[in-house]
């Protein structure tokens, strides 16, 4: 009876290389969430995401960054050259319906140097 | 813009002593509230989760108020344990259409001393 899975749990990367969080959903879960907590501020919701459909990117930055949710397989956020503005907590939720609450994986850390 | 703001920032106290940890919202108009615990290096786990039409809930030695007219809530912790240290967090949600889309505060940083 896994939780939200995050991998990998600590992630560094130099300026300029990409970034890659996976997130497993808790089993019979089908939407999938993306928050980013920045040092020493609250969490941010960043997008929202069902098997094969972006439903609300409202949160996201509008460079660098992109999350898909394959058919089969983790939802992945990806980021592309990274700035040390990019180092932060990414968690990762999900929940059985829309208006379900969530449940929140452990989240990766990145540190971008 | 709604924001979230949740006083102390931080707070020590010892064991066994009745606490109340602090949140604020700006726009009354929320869908519901929730509280959640965060530990060093860990998730969040919720606690509390109070709909709007809601005045409070309770789960154990943990007691939530919401007053959504000003903009407040509360959350109340009995008999505090060393166990209890650990990040609390507050979050609104402002529809049901987006009751996903939480807005987080920056968190209170208990630390119970035994």
Known sequence: NAGVMQNPRHLVRRRGQEARLRCSPMKGHSHVYWYRQLPEEGLKFMVYLQKENIIDESGMPKERFSAEFPKEGPSILRIQQVVRGDSAAYFCASSFSESAPLHFGNGTRLTVT | ?114
């Open chain 2, 1 to 114: 813009k709604q924001e979230v703001t949740q006083i102390p920032a931080a707070l020590s106290v010892p064991e066994g002593e009745n606490l109340v940890l602090n949140c604020s919202f700006t726009d009354s108009a929320i869908y519901n509230l929730q509280w959640f615990r965060q530990d060093p290096g860990k998730g969040l786990t919720s606690l509390l989760l109070i709909q709007s039409s809601q005045r409070e809930q309770t789960s154990g030695r943990l007691n939530a108020s919401l007053d959504k007219s000003s903009g407040r809530s509360t959350l109340y912790i009995a008999a505090s344990q060393p166990g209890d240290s650990a990040t609390y967090l507050c979050a609104v949600s402002e529809t049901m259409d987006s009751s996903y889309k939480l807005i987080f505060g920056s968190g209170t940083r208990l630390l119970v001393r035994p």
